[in-house]
């Protein structure tokens, strides 16, 4: 495409167009930061270390996961000892997930790297206009139940 040349205004003014791109430039961002399975466990170890211990169940329904990926995601965390899960005493069905010291070091590790994608992402926006946007996004989203990932 020729340079100065833009996508049409149309689409420009759609917010489901922008948001759409804006997700897969900070996919590709994220991607060079980050492995695949870093950015699960970066969202489950954030949940964790902010609302402390949670059931399986509760991990997937506030990050809207399923719970099979949520299994997998605890599984691998708990080898890795960043978690614990321990049955819930008052419901031996239930998984009791909580972060580990080695947990919150490596969730400590990841946002570093998530901040850094934030930073390349949001290059053309003051500090005012990344708190705007963040706001704005997280009222749009707020009025929308967790979707699966």
């Excluded at 399975?37 to 991990?59: I, K, M, N, Y």
């Excluded at 998984?95 to 992402?121: K, P, Y």
Aim: glycine share 8%; hydrophobic share 45%; proline share 5%.
């Amino acid at each position: 495409m020729e340079a100065g040349i833009r996508p049409p205004a149309a689409l420009r003014g759609l917010v489901s167009w922008q948001a759409g791109r804006v997700a897969t430039i900070g996919a590709r961002l994220t991607a060079q930061h980050m492995p695949v399975e870093a950015r699960s466990d970066f969202a489950v170890l954030a949940a964790l270390d902010e609302h402390g211990p949670l059931s399986q169940a509760d991990l997937g329904r506030l990050l809207g996961l399923d719970r099979n990926n949520v299994n997998g995601i605890v599984v691998r965390l708990d080898t890795a000892r960043a978690l614990t899960r321990e049955p819930d005493p008052s419901d031996r069905r239930r998984n009791v997930v909580t972060i580990t010291d080695a947990g919150r070091a490596r969730f400590e590790d990841l946002r570093e790297r998530a901040a850094a994608v934030q930073a390349e992402l949001l290059a053309g926006l003051d500090d005012g206009q990344r708190e705007t946007l963040v706001g704005l996004l997280d009222a749009v989203l707020a009025t929308h139940p967790a979707q699966p990932a």
